[in-house]
């Protein structure tokens, strides 16, 4: 009795297209990252980094990643503003020399010859700050009743130093007063002059000083204190030629 073998299908296994395509898309993007291990892992799936951990190894998987980070690291890190302080790790060791950067120097102005404060005017200034001369006044009297009620002679000869010391401020003051009005008189010719067609003639510094020297003569000779005045300039010049000259030893 011949015994027969059973006959066995052949069943071949059917592979579904989606598959496939899956696979050749990993497949795809792993060969993109093994390429490029600077590639962006961000858009990838959670699935999709755990087989390209168990592809290309757990230490391949960390260089392709932090290398991906240090390069968003580095595009963020860029200072807009250079005053900006340096944010730097806290992971990295500080080292024993620090760089050091020197803060900027803060420049002083001083407000009395600085343009921003404007151009000195002293027409301006002295109306703008005239109800100083009243409280000068004021303490004049004052220091003049101090000085009559005074019987200590240190205190009176402070007091009497104090009252000359104003009355040269007040002289002083009012020579000014009068080469001002000088001066505007004169700018008031010129300006008269170039209004006709002329042409203006503008004074040096040399010569308003001239101008003032003449007031305070005619001033020196109203009081008669011409000579007195002359013979004080003659012993200052006296002095300072007596420096020049050289020591006899």
């Known amino acids: 009795m011949d015994k027969t073998r059973p006959r066995t299908a052949m069943i071949t296994p059917v592979t579904d297209s989606s598959e496939d395509e899956t696979s050749d898309t990993e497949s795809e993007k792993d060969t993109k990252v ?14 999709e ?11 391949a998987f960390q260089k392709t990643v932090q290398g991906s980070r240090k390069g968003k690291l580095s595009a963020d890190s860029r200072q807009p503003d250079k005053n900006r302080p340096l944010e730097m790790s806290s992971k990295k060791t500080v080292p024993f020399l620090r760089k050091v950067l020197p803060a900027k120097k803060r420049m002083r102005r001083d407000p009395r010859f600085d343009d921003l404060s404007g151009e ?36 009176r000869e402070q007091l009497d130093q104090l009252l000359r010391r104003m009355n040269q401020q007040e002289e002083a003051a009012k020579r000014r007063q009068r080469l001002q009005e000088k001066q505007g ?44 005045f002359l013979s004080k300039k003659r012993k200052r010049n006296s002095v300072k030629d007596r420096r020049r000259l050289p020591s006899q030893q």
């Open 34 to 47: 093994e390429e490029d291990p600077a590639a962006d892992v961000s858009s990838m799936s959670f699935e």
């Open 49 to 59: 980094l755990i087989s390209l951990q168990n592809k290309v190894g757990r230490k």
């Open 120 to 155: 000195f005017k002293p027409e301006v200034f002295d109306k703008t700050y005239s109800f100083l001369d009243d409280i000068k006044k004021k303490e004049k009297m004052v220091l003049e009743k101090q000085l009559q009620k005074a019987r200590d002679p240190a205190r």
């Open 185 to 228: 008189e004169f700018k008031k010719q010129q300006r008269e002059r170039a209004q006709q067609g002329k042409k203006p003639f503008y004074l040096k510094k040399g010569d308003f000083r001239k101008l003032e020297l003449a007031d305070k003569y005619q001033e020196l000779k109203k009081k008669g204190k011409v000579e007195k």
